[in-house]
């Protein structure tokens, strides 16, 4: 009895166990929770984080040189007549750098180099939300297009069979019946085209979370309301951040220059170093015949060393180098601020013809919508007119669904360029992260 009990139990326990789990495989994934998975997962995320740490490993190179290195070393040995060195069972060494402005310099590019690490990182993370963001609003509304397509395939499938039925009837003539069928097809072919996007979409956001396929839905919710064209465009009154990107850039041409520095600074320059060494003279090679050790056979000493380096053509050489390397960064930097500035801008100006196309769009939907009532209730005689034809009607219901297809397009062209603004002034982790952003939203028809 206790056997079935604890059988029943465990049984229970597994149900349960699987139906959490296949909620969690139905469940929603939000925008935010979709962002989030993103970064954790993206292998350029993870190389920009591996760069980071490199460039922290390099500072610490950099920086423990001044950190003095001890080494031990010993051995045993015959020797016949005079020594050319005094033998030792074992020495000690310690040696470290003191002073160099070579190094210096060294250590400065090393920080810079830390610097544009840390912002690449955040570049990268920023482009990996962007990826997201726009992935995410695209599924939505390719989920939306589809369904419209649907219902604009209904409606010329009874356009078509209509046109058929007055060919019947000699009232229609084949051209016209076959320009319907051709109509349905060509809406059917759409709407697989479309299909075919979903599972694309859905894919790539997969990729990118790191989630299995079937997890993917998309929460209509979770995606804030994006900003007015007023609140974008209030960025005139105050200068826009460069992106981290530029600035990581800036970063490591700064780090480039500061090497090439260090590099100049080495010829004529003084280099302090430290030594101290301890040995233990070997008592079984008769040392005590050829030095005047007093029955001392421990050797120590302790110091400071100052070089100065008169000529070094490899060093001046590798100085030209890192010179030539450095002035290279610094025209690529001024070619990616002005790339970066000049697209911002235009992409700046092509905001207000996207929302214009968008109330465009929405406009003729409304016309539609409202001759399609119009047309409804002239179908049922109830204006005084003469009625409408079923195949009038139908036109009317594809135009409008035609209609809702164009303000899509012209919705997700609007939201994407939005999207790109966003992440180009510095505002794209805050619209996700705050579920909100500015006043009202130009997409109010989601």
């Known amino acids: 009895m206790n056997f079935r009990h604890s059988k029943v139990a465990r049984i229970a326990s597994f149900a349960c166990i699987a139906a959490y789990a296949a909620a969690l495989g139905c469940a929603q994934l939000p925008l935010q929770q979709a962002v989030k998975l993103a970064v954790a997962n993206s292998p350029q995320v993870k190389a920009a984080k591996n760069d980071l740490e490199k460039a922290n490993a390099n500072l610490s190179v950099m920086r423990d040189i001044y950190i003095p290195s001890v080494t031990t070393g010993g051995g045993v040995g015959y020797t016949t007549g005079i020594t050319l060195s005094v033998p030792t069972i074992f020495t000690v060494n310690a040696q470290s750098l003191v002073f160099s402005f070579q190094q210096r310099e060294y250590l400065r590019a090393a920080h810079k180099q830390i610097e544009a690490a840390k912002l690449s990182l955040q570049e990268m993370s920023e482009q990996v939300q962007e990826d997201v963001a726009i992935t995410y609003v695209s599924l939505g509304q390719a989920e939306a297009v589809s369904k419209a397509l649907g219902e ?131 008592p079984i090679n008769n040392v005590s015949d050829f030095y005047n050790l007093h029955g001392n056979y421990n050797t120590a ?81 109830a204006t005084g007119r003469p009625p409408l034809t079923p195949k009038e009607e139908q036109k009317a219901h594809l135009d409008e669904r035609q209609k809702y297809l164009d303000l899509l397009d012209a919705r997700l062209r609007s939201e994407k360029a939005q999207i790109n603004y966003l992440r180009q002034t510095g505002k794209l982790g805050n619209w996700i992260d705050s579920g909100h952003f500015g006043a009202s939203s130009t997409n109010s028809h989601r």
């Open 152 to 282: 604009q395939y209904e409606y010329a499938t009874r356009l078509s069979a209509i046109d058929e039925d007055r060919q019947h009837s000699g009232l229609e003539s084949e051209l016209e019946v076959m320009k319907a069928r051709r109509g349905a097809v060509q809406i059917k072919l759409s709407q697989i085209q479309a299909d075919e996007s979903i599972q694309s979409l859905r894919a790539h956001l997969a990729w990118l979370t790191g989630q299995p396929f079937e997890s993917v839905t998309v929460e209509a919710e979770s995606i804030p309301t994006l900003p007015t064209l007023t609140s974008l465009m209030a960025d005139d009154q105050e200068p826009v951040p460069p992106t981290p990107g530029l600035l990581a850039a800036q970063a490591d041409a700064l780090a480039k220059q500061q090497r090439a520095r260090g590099d100049s600074q080495y010829v004529l320059r003084p280099q302090i170093s430290f030594g101290a060494q301890y040995g233990r003279v070997s």
């Open 301 to 381: 000493n302790v110091g400071v060393q100052i070089q100065l380096p008169l000529v070094d053509r490899v060093r001046r050489a590798a100085a030209r180098e890192s010179s030539a390397d450095a002035s290279r960064a610094a025209l690529d930097l001024e070619n990616l601020r002005a790339e970066q500035i000049g697209g911002r801008l235009a992409l700046k100006r092509s905001l207000p013809e996207l929302a214009t196309k968008v109330d465009l769009a929405q406009l003729d939907l409304d016309i539609a919508q409202n001759e399609l009532t119009s047309t409804t209730i002239q179908i049922r005689g």
